[in-house]
């Protein structure tokens, strides 16, 4: 078993690496409205004198009730029509669906996953047959493989013994797939129950060839508590019993189990460890017609020293390029990655606003939607300066004010440096009346509020960083 927080901290660091992936099962589904296995099968099993919550198997109940109609025509026609639907908003995948993971497995039949991830944009690469998997879209943001199949074919579906048996002749490309991202990706399992005999067979595999090699994956189980057995106490003990020798069994293949109290904690779960893999991005908003007397010789050096030290963190960087800060901390970046170029895509963003799109009668929400899109990506936004010229006067960059209040809407972590002047003083002097709300801002205040020089400004950024990376 592993802790919630450790499991967060974890899988976020897989989410920033890229190589964190999704499993997905009947649970998953369920919790829009779809039904489980149980509900498919139940009145079939009825027709032949069965009841499924008797039986542990009932991909052999789906095999009994073939053998004894000659077809699977109604479990096929119960596939399309219960499973063909407009599902119910899944919190869970929506979470998902927005965070930069590449990689969806599932075995349910419905395209809750595929239409939730197009729904928050992306673009998505849907593998179906094996003939697919020679195939790739391009561009794709996320690859979502049906490894048993999908309802607008419900003849294709893997559902009883003889298509697990036939699985390796007829499906055994997703298998070798499966059994590839396994090594190499760190999985998440929702809504599985591990009684797929597929997935069983994928992972002693990879148990008997990696042996303690092996990849750590993790499951939400929830736990068997003594409230839900009410005068039941044998039952109690005996299912606490199974479920720990169960979590022991996984760990064999390198499965870890997050208990939960309730699967109704898992979004929450899943939004922290979102907010944690953000905190990766850090997007530095600012612009800056001047800067100021205190500031004028000083401010690109200052940029650059600042930019310089976020990337030797590791950290990637957003920019708007904002006039004045956004080129200098484009060109900071560049320098830094001369030696290796292939490094400029890991640890830089460019979002250019559309300024030449100005005279648009939905520019403003054009740039609404620029600003809901970095902040996709940003967990932490650093504020300097603001202000702009217009008609010959200098203003406040009203546009830098409107990214600090997008990034208290998202849940960023707000570092204003209230000594560059103008919208970042204004944001700071906020911050500053309530900074129980910005404990990660604590023995910082005066160099935030007041000093110029570069140095310690640059040092006083670095160490709220590190406090924040403490925090999670």
Same mark, same amino acid.
């Given at each position: 078993?592993?802790?919630?927080?450790?499991?967060?901290?974890?899988?976020?660091?897989?989410?920033?690496?890229?190589? @964190?992936?999704? *499993? @997905?099962?009947?649970?998953?589904?369920?919790?829009?409205?779809?039904?489980?296995?149980?509900?498919?099968?139940?009145?079939?099993?009825?027709?032949?004198?069965?009841?499924?919550?008797?039986? $542990?198997?009932?991909?052999?109940?789906?095999?009994?009730?073939?053998?004894?109609?000659?077809?699977?025509?109604?479990?096929?026609?119960?596939?399309?029509?219960?499973?063909? +639907?407009?599902?119910?908003?899944?919190?869970?995948?929506?979470?998902?669906?927005?965070?930069?993971? =590449?990689? *969806?497995?599932?075995?349910?039949? &419905?395209?809750?996953?595929? &239409?939730?991830?197009?729904?928050?944009?992306?673009?998505? %690469?849907?593998?179906?047959?094996?003939?697919?998997?020679?195939?790739?879209?391009?561009?794709?943001?996320?690859?979502?493989?049906?490894?048993?199949?999908?309802?607008?074919?419900?003849?294709?579906?893997?559902?009883?013994?003889?298509?697990?048996?036939?699985?390796?002749?007829?499906?055994?490309?997703?298998?070798?797939?499966?059994?590839?991202?396994?090594?190499?990706?760190?999985?998440?399992?929702?809504? *599985?129950? *591990?009684? &797929?005999?597929?997935?069983?067979?994928?992972?002693?595999?990879?148990?008997?060839?990696? %042996?303690?090699?092996?990849?750590?994956?993790?499951?939400?189980?929830?736990?068997?508590?003594?409230?839900?057995?009410?005068?039941?106490?044998?039952?109690?003990?005996?299912?606490?019993?199974?479920?720990?020798?169960?979590?022991?069994?996984?760990?064999?293949?390198?499965?870890?189990?997050?208990?939960?109290?309730?699967?109704?904690?898992?979004?929450?779960?899943?939004?922290?460890?979102?907010?944690?893999?953000?905190? $990766? $991005?850090?997007?530095?908003?600012?612009?800056?017609?001047?800067?100021?007397?205190?500031?004028?010789?000083?401010?690109?050096?200052?940029?650059?020293?600042?930019?310089?030290?976020?990337?030797?963190?590791?950290?990637? /960087?957003? +920019?708007? =390029?904002?006039?004045?800060?956004?080129?200098?901390?484009?060109?900071?970046?560049?320098?830094?990655?001369?030696?290796?170029?292939?490094a400029l895509e890991k640890h830089l963003i460019i979002k250019a606003f559309p300024y030449e799109d100005k005279e648009r009668s939905d520019y403003e929400q054009l740039i609404k939607d620029y600003r809901?899109?970095?902040?996709?990506?940003?967990? /932490?936004?650093?504020?300097?300066?603001?202000?702009?010229?217009? %008609?010959?006067?200098?203003?406040?960059?009203?546009?830098?004010?409107?990214?600090?209040?997008?990034?208290?809407?998202?849940?960023?972590?707000?570092?204003?440096?209230?000594?560059?002047?103008?919208?970042?003083?204004?944001?700071?002097?906020?911050?500053?009346?309530?900074?129980? %709300?910005?404990?990660?801002?604590?023995?910082?205040?005066?160099?935030?509020?007041?000093?110029?020089?570069?140095?310690?400004?640059?040092?006083?950024?670095?160490?709220?960083?590190? +406090?924040?990376?403490?925090?999670?």
């Open positions: 078993m592993v802790e919630i927080k450790n499991f967060k901290k974890a899988y976020s660091k897989a989410i920033q690496n890229g190589y @964190a992936a999704i *499993f @997905a099962g009947a649970g998953l589904s369920k919790a829009s409205g779809f039904v489980d296995w149980n509900e498919l099968l139940d009145d079939l099993a009825k027709e032949i004198k069965l009841d499924v919550k008797k039986e $542990n198997d009932l991909v052999e109940v789906a095999q009994y009730y073939c053998n004894e109609k000659q077809s699977r025509n109604e479990i096929n026609e119960r596939i399309l029509n219960r499973f063909v +639907t407009d599902s119910q908003e899944n919190e869970s995948i929506k979470i998902l669906s927005e965070l930069p993971i =590449h990689t *969806f497995w599932t075995t349910n039949y &419905d395209h809750l996953i595929e &239409d939730t991830l197009k729904k928050s944009g992306k673009r998505v %690469d849907i593998k179906l047959t094996p003939q697919n998997l020679a195939t790739n879209l391009s561009g794709n943001d996320a690859v979502v493989y049906k490894m048993h199949g999908d309802c607008s074919t419900p003849e294709n579906c893997v559902i009883i013994k003889d298509d697990y048996e036939l699985y390796n002749e007829t499906r055994q490309l997703f298998s070798t797939t499966l059994q590839g991202d396994l090594v190499s990706k760190t999985f998440l399992f929702i809504g *599985f129950s *591990f009684e &797929d005999p597929n997935l069983k067979y994928i992972l002693s595999r990879i148990r008997v060839l990696l %042996d303690k090699n092996r990849r750590t994956h993790y499951l939400f189980l929830k736990k068997i508590q003594k409230k839900d057995y009410i005068r039941k106490s044998k039952e109690y003990y005996y299912d606490l019993n199974k479920q720990q020798l169960r979590m022991h069994d996984l760990l064999r293949y390198g499965i870890e189990t997050v208990l939960i109290d309730d699967y109704n904690q898992i979004p929450e779960i899943l939004k922290e460890v979102k907010k944690i893999s953000k905190c $990766n $991005n850090i997007f530095i908003s600012g612009a800056a017609q001047e800067y100021g007397a205190a500031w004028e010789k000083t401010a690109p050096i200052f940029i650059k020293k600042l930019v310089s030290n976020i990337y030797k963190k590791n950290y990637k /960087i957003i +920019t708007g =390029h904002g006039r004045g800060v956004g080129s200098y901390v484009i060109s900071s970046v560049i320098e830094e990655c001369q030696l290796n170029v292939n809901e899109g970095i902040f996709k990506y940003a967990g /932490i936004a650093i504020f300097m300066f603001g202000n702009k010229v217009s %008609d010959g006067d200098i203003i406040r960059a009203d546009g830098v004010y409107k990214e600090y209040e997008m990034a208290k809407q998202c849940g960023a972590y707000i570092i204003p440096i209230g000594s560059t002047g103008y919208v970042a003083k204004e944001i700071w002097n906020e911050v500053s009346l309530k900074l129980d %709300d910005f404990p990660y801002l604590k023995g910082q205040e005066k160099v935030l509020q007041d000093c110029t020089d570069p140095d310690k400004v640059v040092n006083a950024i670095i160490s709220i960083l590190d +406090t924040i990376a403490m925090d999670y």
